[in-house]
Nanobody
């Protein structure tokens, strides 16, 4: 059974940075595209960033230029570097593997809370 574990969240001031990690156990994560999502209070889960097995990346307009997705296939881990954080970035952040259609492959993990506040 595949388990996704997100970590690295916390409380940060506006303009600050955080680096999130997503570790996948029970599967070879590198065979799929990796993706980060977030869900803010009262809002739907939204797709933020995708990295293909070949390393190509795509970002939502709301985070492009501020967030960077990367992966370490040897560690079966996907990362999200978040810079210039804004209060609007406050949300629970989730990772998953994704197909080209956008369909997620695994069950959702617990996510990691990111709070941006002064």
């Amino acid at each position: 059974q595949v388990q996704l574990v997100e970590s690295g969240g916390g409380l940060v001031q506006p303009g600050g940075s955080l680096r999130l990690s997503c570790a996948a156990s029970g599967s070879i994560f590198s065979t799929y595209a990796g993706a980060w999502y977030r869900q803010a209070p009262g809002k739907q889960r939204e797709l933020l960033a995708v990295i293909t097995s070949g390393g190509s990346t795509n970002y939502a307009g709301s985070v492009k230029g501020r967030f960077t997705i990367s992966r370490d296939n040897a560690k079966n881990t996907v990362y999200l570097q978040m810079n210039s954080l804004k209060p609007e970035d406050t949300a629970v952040y989730y990772c998953n593997a994704a197909l080209v259609t956008g369909t997620t492959v695994y069950s959702w993990g617990q996510g990691t809370q990111v709070t941006v506040s002064s």
